[in-house]
């Protein structure tokens, strides 16, 4: 069974963690050699690891050290 989405949970927790009030899309994509790529629309940087959370958090990691928030 998959995860469920609770609008609510999801906007309560993001008030917690925000100071601007925007959503964003992560794009997570499994490449072949098994490593997990993780991207945005619009912007240069990527992140790669070889489980789809690091690929997000050093994604994350790099928009925070760049700036391109």
């Known amino acids: 069974m998959g ?3 609770d609008d609510n949970e999801v906007h ?3 008030e ?3 100071h ?3 959503w964003t899309t992560i794009v997570l994509e499994e490449r072949d050699d098994g490593q997990w790529l993780a991207t945005q ?3 240069a940087v990527e992140g790669v690891a070889s ?3 690091e690929a997000a958090a050093e ?3 790099k928009i925070s050290e760049t700036g391109d928030e």
Do not use: Q
């Open 16 to 18: 917690l963690h925000t």
């Open 3 to 5: 995860a469920t989405y």
């Open 12 to 14: 309560e927790t993001a």
């Open 51 to 53: 489980t789809a959370a």
């Open 20 to 22: 601007e009030n925007y």
């Open 41 to 43: 629309g619009g912007v």
């Open 59 to 61: 994604y994350c990691r």
